[in-house]
């Protein structure tokens, strides 16, 4: 209803900002988006693996 009234009176809607974000997404191309992806992908198991490892160090010396 509000968007009608805008209209009627002749309000613009201010536009919408992106984010760096969404703006990854709306602006790469897919073979960017795809590599980016893959390169998070790997450093957060990366990260994972290296978490998993110190608990079970740390469990193993608690025995």
Request: proline fraction near 2%.
């Amino acid at each position: 209803m509000t968007e009608f009234i805008r209209r009627i009176f002749g309000f613009k809607q201010a536009p919408k900002q992106k984010s760096d974000f969404s703006a990854f997404f709306y602006d790469a191309t897919e073979q960017e988006q795809k590599e980016v992806l893959l390169r998070v992908m790997k450093k957060a198991n990366e990260d994972q693996r290296k978490v998993i490892e110190k608990y079970d160090e740390q469990v193993s010396h608690a025995r």
